[in-house]
């Protein structure tokens, strides 16, 4: 459990981490504050996993066995849930939320109505 931003009790779970978003906030169970993980860059952690999976995947494919890019799949997302797990969570007002449902719920219908015309 981790501690919510707003009461410091430790109300909100890690499937709420890997859930919530500005748009789509997890309620706290103590004080009903809303609360988001905000979203990182992980440029470090993105060039690394993809370094990492290359050099697996020319690894497998020299061996001829497909362990080396399992098992670099495996340290990617273990890396993924490390870096999530230290992230905090972040106190949200219900008209951050509202707004950012909004905007992000108008893209989504820009993106469907484009779709419709391919």
């Known amino acids: 459990m981790y501690p919510c931003p707003s009461c410091q009790q430790h109300t909100l779970g890690f499937s709420a981490k890997i859930w919530t ?3 789509l906030p997890v309620k706290c169970r103590g ?3 809303l609360c988001f993980v905000p979203g990182s860059p ?3 952690l993105a060039v690394f996993n993809v370094v990492l999976l290359t050099a697996s995947g020319f690894a ?3 061996w001829h066995t497909p362990w080396p ?3 670099a799949a495996v340290v990617a997302v273990a890396l993924w849930l490390l870096r999530l797990h230290a992230q905090p969570f972040l ?3 219900p008209a951050q939320a509202a707004a950012a449902l909004k905007h992000e719920g108008f893209w989504l219908f820009v993106f469907i109505v484009l779709s419709l015309f391919q």
């Open 21 to 23: 978003t500005v748009a």
């Open 31 to 33: 004080c009903g504050a």
């Open 42 to 44: 992980g440029g470090v």
């Open 60 to 62: 497998a494919s020299a």
């Open 69 to 71: 890019l399992a098992a």
């Open 91 to 93: 106190a949200l007002t």
